[in-house]
């Protein structure tokens, strides 16, 4: 959007904070693994004239008049959603993941029923049954980790608390689990005690959607999501269901938990799902793999240990306790040297949660500026001597000068001012 359009009125002060958030995002490299940076096309559809309408309800049952248009673009994307994923049934609604979550817990549970969920320090989400969250105030959350000796989910403790608690809902999926998930061990378990399994692929629907990670469509009754991340859409939730769970999840998302649906973000939802329908979005999501692949690689190689040795996903979990350094002081280091990282608890961390043992690195977002295998070795050492000199600021401020020059290979948004 341009600033010089006529009849703007400029606003200076919202300007320069819209122009130092690009400059941002422009000179830093985005490291954070629930990043990810949209197309163009996206930014400008995001910002369509579908902002200013009220279309509460779903297509052909609207509380609102002039719906026309939005039922066509919701039914569009609803579409979309099924194609890409194999569903059933879609709902494009909800307005984060967070939501979708909770619509898919009334959906599948009552208050008060017992759950299972992955805990938060070992890879879990808050919304999988956080004591802060929702989800661990509203429902009696129970917790299934991972193993101590392979940082792998301990699926025979899956079973077992499965056959203890009869949870009503298992809920996988995670944000900080770098391995790919069996979803039909999941699907026993659940089938063990009776419960529905949502599965919440927030982070890897990307790689779900190209194929080169295992669906969890056919195992679940619902499968929530976000759009944002590994997917590259706009910021917000979808959620896929089996065609038995289609009222339930559409009443809890409007009105048991939302009102209005935002169109213009419904829009961007749409052309994302085509997008992700192209044949180059999978080479896309396989330069995410090989790029995560080469970064664990080069980060060993410098004397790092990875949670679980390594990676199959778009993440890394570095285990900072050799280093003798906090997540904390990773993640300051590594923002003085122009990196955006989030330090992250590791399984069975002794650290605060706001300090921790661990850092998490994406590579989502660095492979949309168009980083390759070979760059990767380039950020690697970046990140390793930062780490490495974590209190040493004029060693930082170098390696910031060169992130920035580096920065500047990979354009974003050229055209763009803010
Ligand atoms: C990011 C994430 C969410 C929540 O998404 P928001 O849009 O931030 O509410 C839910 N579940 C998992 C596993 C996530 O990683």
């Known amino acids: 959007m341009s600033s010089k359009s006529p009849n703007y009125s400029p606003d200076v002060q919202l300007e320069t904070i819209l122009a130092k958030e690009l400059g941002r995002q422009r000179d830093k490299l985005e490291m954070i693994a629930s990043e990810n940076f949209v197309s ?20 052909d049952q609207r509380y609102y008049g002039g719906c026309e248009f939005a039922d066509e673009l919701e039914i569009l994307t609803q579409a979309r959603a099924r194609k890409l994923f194999g569903a059933e049934h879609a709902n494009v609604q909800p307005h984060c993941g967070s939501s979708a979550n909770m619509a898919a817990f009334f959906a599948a549970m009552k208050p008060g029923d017992p759950f299972l969920g992955m805990n938060i320090a070992h890879g879990g989400h808050l919304t999988h049954g956080a004591p802060v969250s929702f989800s661990g105030r509203v429902f009696k959350a129970h917790y299934y980790g991972v193993k101590k000796d392979t940082e792998l989910i301990d699926y025979d403790e899956v079973m077992r608390l499965a056959e203890e608690i009869k949870p009503k809902v ?13 979803f039909e061990r999941f699907r026993q378990a659940a089938d063990r005690a009776g419960a529905a399994l949502v599965t919440d692929m927030a982070h ?14 056919p195992f679940s009754e619902i499968v929530t999501t ?38 213009h973000v419904i829009a961007a939802k749409a052309l994302a799902l085509a997008e992700a ?17 080469r970064l664990a690689t080069r980060l060993v190689d410098a004397g790092f240990r990875l949670v679980s040795g390594g ?39 002794k650290e605060r949660f706001t300090v921790t043992s661990g850092l998490r690195l994406g590579t989502a977002a660095l492979t949309t ?23 040493d600021d004029s060693q930082l ?20 001012d803010f």
């Open 40 to 59: 163009e096309h996206i930014l400008r559809v995001t910002a369509s004239v579908f902002t200013n309408k009220y279309a509460e309800g779903y297509p």
């Open 170 to 182: 298992i809920v996988c999926g995670a944000s900080s689990y770098p391995r790919v998930i069996d």
């Open 204 to 217: 890897f629907a990307g790689m779900v959607a190209a194929g080169l990670y295992p669906s969890p469509v």
């Open 226 to 263: 976000t759009t944002h991340k590994t997917l590259r859409g706009p910021r917000g939730g979808l959620i896929l269901s089996k065609r038995t769970y289609a009222k339930a999840v559409d009443d809890e998302v409007f009105p048991g938990i939302q009102g209005g649906p935002l169109m």
């Open 277 to 293: 329908l192209e044949p180059d979005f999978i080479d896309y999501q396989r330069q995410i793999l090989k790029n995560a692949s």
């Open 311 to 349: 990676t199959d996903t778009h993440l890394v979990l570095i285990d900072l306790r050799n280093k003798n350094i906090t997540g904390r002081q990773a993640e300051t280091a590594l923002d003085k040297a122009g990196i955006t990282a989030n330090k992250n608890t590791i399984p069975f961390d």
């Open 369 to 391: 500026r168009g980083l390759i295998e070979s760059d990767m070795d380039e950020v690697a050492e970046f990140v390793a001597t930062s780490l490495h000199n974590c209190e």
């Open 397 to 416: 401020k170098k390696i910031r000068e060169r992130v920035v020059s580096f920065s500047r290979k990979f354009p974003l948004y050229p055209g763009l």
